[in-house]
């Protein structure tokens, strides 16, 4: 519950916030990505994938969508699987995870053509976006694997 919960807030921030910053060389970081990297690192492999999934969908279906139903579903799904299996430790994991996401991605949109995924995206705006990331990974990890420890008394 608590999991879904910091994908929804981090997917409403992606879109309303994130996404219409200025930041230098037009890239942002994927919020989406890290909450679901951080809330799948003690949840297991399972409930990674499925809760990757659905923030897939989710993505999928945000506005502006400008991809195939099911593609960013896909990714995360994958994602989710390897956050939640363990790469041998939270860092290695964490950047395991943010440099797979957007390779898969454009691995995924080259195989059904998507005119997006050219050689000048790979080289300039992924790294960017990559770079961007990783930056802000600390604090959405903290973020998000101290929201699904916290309990709430009744």
């Known amino acids: 519950m608590i999991g879904g919960l910091s994908v929804v807030i981090a997917l409403l921030a992606q879109v309303m916030l994130v996404n219409r910053l200025p930041l230098p060389a037009g890239?942002?970081?994927d919020l989406v990505l890290l909450a679901l990297i951080g809330t799948t690192l003690s949840r297991g492999a399972a409930s990674g994938a499925m809760l990757g999934f659905f923030a897939g969908l989710l993505?999928?279906?945000m506005p502006p969508t400008a991809h195939l139903l099911g593609?960013?579903?896909f990714?995360?799904?994958?994602?989710g699987y390897v956050a939640g299996h363990g790469a041998g430790g939270p860092v290695t994991t964490v950047v395991l995870c943010v440099l797979m996401a957007p390779l898969l991605a454009a691995g995924v949109g080259g195989l059904i053509s998507d005119s997006r995924v050219t050689m000048s995206t790979l080289t300039e705006q992924v790294p960017v976006t990559v770079v961007y990331t990783l930056l802000v990974s600390p604090i959405?990890?903290?973020l998000t694997t101290r929201a699904g420890r916290t309990r709430f008394s009744t």
């Open 27 to 29: 890239g942002a970081p």
């Open 59 to 61: 993505v999928d279906v």
């Open 71 to 73: 593609q960013y579903a």
């Open 75 to 79: 990714v995360l799904a994958l994602v």
């Open 140 to 142: 959405v990890i903290w």
